[in-house]
């Protein structure tokens, strides 16, 4: 497995993904099965145990391939962007349904029936995915039999166009290491909720977006909304030429301050200087 990255390659000591074949060696190769979140946002960890501390997030109506099951983990793939590790399975089911809507609010409730009174059955975050069966009056009914509030809907390639105003709705969401949801959330799950919601392929950790997005600011060029700033280990988003938006340890949450405090404070006391200015292209 040497050279190859195991957060987004499906392969153990003991198989891989059938595509794999020819490229990675293992004794057995295996065909994915597609499945799908049934439950809000699901953890995954790079080991079966939960003790081993969230790589990440898998939310309501997203897409799995999953490679094997064992003693309740589901251990596969996100579709969406490639991260590998264990999942719990009985927060999985076979995709059947494909979905047809995408929540576009930060979080928004399930009810049983059309009444904002009932008592709710639960939640689902931004970026989930459902299959609606019917529309009636302001609520959207899903395949599962509970309902929604249609508004809080939109298609399922909907994009929310200013990424960074999906962020600065976080605002105030405590800092949840690997999270994604408006619950908690992490630097990088924050600026990868924010562009995904935009329609922009982002992969899950800093070194992945270091590497993968935009082109570097122009040397010498003032930083302007929606640059991307890197420390190792850390990224934020930038408000205007001078404010950071990020989730941190320090603050415990997602905040808006100054780039040159937050830089100096990062500086002194965790991640060292920037290593990197990225700036999304049109």
């Not at 190859?4 to 059938?18: H, M, N, Y």
């Amino acid at each position: 497995m040497t050279g190859f990255d195991p957060r987004r390659t499906p392969a153990r000591d003991d198989l891989a993904a059938a595509h794999l074949a020819g490229t990675v060696t293992a004794p057995r190769y295996v065909e994915g099965l597609r499945m799908r979140v049934i439950d809000e946002a699901i953890p995954l960890r790079a080991r079966p145990s939960p003790d081993c501390s969230l790589d990440t997030q898998v939310l309501f109506g997203e897409e799995v391939v999953i490679y094997d099951v064992e003693e309740g983990w589901a251990w596969g793939q996100i579709s969406s962007d490639g991260y590998v590790g264990y999942m719990p399975a009985d927060s999985l089911d076979a995709l059947l349904v494909e979905p047809t809507h995408r929540v576009i609010v930060p979080r928004t409730f399930l009810y049983p029936g059309r009444s904002m009174k009932a008592p709710v059955l639960g939640a689902l975050p931004l970026g989930a995915l459902v299959a609606v069966t019917a529309v009636k009056g302001d609520f959207a009914f899903l395949a599962d039999g509970r309902c929604i509030w249609s508004t809080h809907l939109g298609a399922p390639d909907a994009r929310l166009h200013d990424f960074v105003a999906t962020a600065e709705l976080y605002i105030g969401v405590p800092y949840l290491w690997g999270g994604k949801t408006f619950s908690g959330l992490d630097c990088s799950g924050l600026v990868q909720v924010a562009l995904q919601a935009s329609g922009l392929i982002s992969p899950r950790d800093t070194d992945m977006m270091q590497a993968e997005l935009g082109v570097p600011v122009p040397e010498g060029a003032a930083l302007r909304r929606g640059d991307i700033i890197f420390w190792k280990g850390h990224v934020g988003l930038m408000r205007d030429e001078a404010t950071l938006l990020h989730a941190n340890g320090h603050h415990m949450l997602v905040v808006s301050e100054p780039l040159d405090v937050a830089r100096a404070r990062i500086a002194e006391k965790s991640f060292g200087a920037v290593t990197a200015m990225r700036r999304l292209e049109p």
